[in-house]
């Protein structure tokens, strides 16, 4: 798992890069097709239930898994991207959230706190800890900002399938849910918005928006439990 995640933190390292103005979302797709090719690993999403692209790419109103196609970045969007890869049939995934060119304040907050909600969650995770000390984590910090955190879906389990038991919400209560056990891999991945925590899905039956057509960021590692800290094992 430990490849597998070195190769998700380079891919999106590289279209992180590439989140510029003009670009179209299908481009960073093939970026990311060919990226996780120079590594010799599979693109995790290519083909899951269906999914059409190797690559979530979710603008602005967009939380998660927005298919890639035509659409243009523009500047003061905010975008999120999304990558698992496997790597001798182990996956990792992650996910990050990308100011394009001048973005409101607003937004910028959203983007930082979503990170730090992710870390202050990952702080939370380790042997004898519940799924319910992480989620209580990521829920205060993000709400004692002043945003939401959705709560329709969560981070999972992860390992030789790219969604495992337990499930990872962001919202909760200590001491509550599976108990943690060294060993055991999990994505922790917060999702935030600006406004409500409820959601809708567009027609594609894929990306799923805010209800309220709130702005929202998404950030994600996949974790292993220790006795310690958590390992993060798809960090660049």
């Not at 243009?72 to 182990?90: R, T, Y």
């Not at 973005?103 to 939370?124: D, R, W, Y």
């Not at 969604?163 to 999990?186: A, C, T």
Request: hydrophobic share 40%; charged share 20%; aromatic share 6%.
């Amino acid at each position: 798992m430990r490849q597998a995640g070195r190769v998700v933190a380079a891919v999106l390292q590289r279209l992180r890069e590439e989140v510029k103005p003009g670009i179209k979302t299908r481009y960073l797709d093939a970026i990311a097709m060919k990226e996780v090719a120079k590594y010799g690993a599979k693109a995790s999403f290519k083909g899951y239930r269906g999914f059409p692209a190797h690559l979530c790419v979710s603008v602005n109103d967009e939380i998660v898994h927005g298919i890639p196609g035509e659409r243009e970045i523009e500047d003061g969007d905010i975008v999120s991207l999304d990558f698992g890869a496997m790597v001798n049939g182990f996956h990792g995934d992650a996910a990050i959230t990308v100011g394009v060119g001048k973005i409101s304040p607003q937004a910028e907050e959203l983007i930082a706190v979503t990170q730090t909600a992710l870390m202050v969650g990952i702080k939370a995770a380790r042997a004898g800890a519940h799924i319910g000390d992480i989620s209580v984590a990521i829920q205060s910090y993000a709400e004692g900002k002043g945003f939401s955190v959705v709560r329709e879906y969560s981070g999972h389990g992860i390992g030789r399938s790219l969604h495992e038991d337990p499930l990872v919400p962001n919202y909760g209560s200590p001491g509550e849910g599976h108990l943690l056990q060294k060993g055991m891999s999990l994505a922790v991945e917060p999702m935030v918005t600006a406004g409500d925590w409820r959601t809708r899905l567009a027609s594609n039956r894929w990306t799923v928006l805010t209800a309220d057509g709130s702005l929202a960021a998404h950030f994600e590692h996949t974790i292993a439990i220790t006795d310690d800290e958590a390992e993060i094992l798809t960090l660049v």
